[in-house]
């Protein structure tokens, strides 16, 4: 009888051990409704339409609101790992002048491209002084 308890209780301890371990599905941002999107259409719908089809945008366009983006995320994550990248997609909206939708795009990770940082320091005119000249580079220069 004791050697069955036991056995219950590893089982049990190993069922929640597994289940911890079961990945974690996350979606962030705009979810796209497919419907929504596909009955929208260049030089048809204005921007209203797209505001009451898709809702507001994440972001627009920095210089003017010429460009709405609607971006998403999905990510998954097993127990105390960090989060995977399933699917990213971006979808934006460009308008004309007359606020009708000039084009659509819709961008995922695929279409992403690496950027490199550059690692230049910019120069500073002065001297650089160590932290024991700053500390005893100001001594007799208090005036009373």
């Known amino acids: 009888m004791r050697w069955s308890g036991r056995i219950r209780l590893i089982a049990l301890a190993f ?33 209203t339409d797209v505001s009451q ?29 960090r989060p995977k990248v399933i699917e990213r997609k971006i979808i934006a909206i460009t308008f004309d002048q007359a606020d009708l939708i000039e ?14 940082l550059v690692s230049r320091v910019t120069p500073t005119a002065g001297n650089e002084f160590t932290l024991i000249q700053q500390i005893f580079g100001n001594l007799g220069r208090f005036n009373n």
């Open 53 to 81: 089809a898709l809702g507001t945008p994440s972001t627009q366009g920095t210089f003017g609101n010429d460009t709405w983006y609607y971006m998403s995320e999905r990510t998954e994550t097993v127990a105390f790992l």
């Open 103 to 116: 084009d659509i795009f819709i961008y995922t990770e695929a279409d992403g491209q690496p950027v490199k």
């Open 15 to 47: 069922t929640f051990a597994v289940a911890a371990c079961s990945p974690t599905l996350d979606s962030r941002g705009f979810v796209a409704n497919e419907d929504a999107l596909a009955s929208l259409e260049p030089g048809q719908n204005s921007r």
